[in-house]
Nanobody
Framework: QVQLVESGGGSVQAGGSLRLSCAAS????????MAWFRQGPGKEREGVAA????????YYTDSVKGRFTISRDYAKNTVTLQMNSLKPEDTAMYYC???????????????????WGQGTQVTVSS
């Protein structure tokens, strides 16, 4: 059973930066895709970014393009999300997730991911 543990959340002012990390323990050899999702109060879970192992192709939701960068360290079995120029609307619980593969038309769908972390809170104040 693979476990995902997120870290790096916190509180920052608008315009600031945070770096989220997700450490995977266990065998992830069949995973070709890891992603970050977020869920704000009263909102649905939203795909933020995903990275494929084989290519590596990255995907981003429009609202974070140019501000967030997802990367994967295969040796350490981690995936990070560098978040710059943060905005109050980025406030949410951020979750790491993994699955066998992801594609441009579906990477953002939570039901395609089989493993999830517990989440880390990001709060951006104006």
């Amino acid at each position: 059973q693979v476990q995902l543990v997120e870290s790096g959340g916190g509180s920052v002012q608008a315009g600031g930066s945070l770096r989220l990390s997700c450490a995977a323990s266990g065998y992830t050899g069949t995973w070709n895709c890891m992603a970050w999702f977020r869920q704000g109060p009263g909102k649905e879970r939203e795909g933020v970014a995903a990275v494929r192992t084989a290519d590596p192709i990255t995907y981003y939701t429009d609202s974070v393009k140019g501000r967030f960068t997802i990367s994967r360290d295969y040796a350490k079995n981690t995936v990070t999300l560098q978040m710059n120029s943060l905005k109050p609307e980025d406030t949410a619980m951020y979750y790491c997730a993994g699955t066998s593969d992801c594609y441009v038309g579906s990477w953002w769908q939570p039901n395609r991911y089989s493993n999830w972390g517990q989440g880390t809170q990001v709060t951006v104040s104006s």
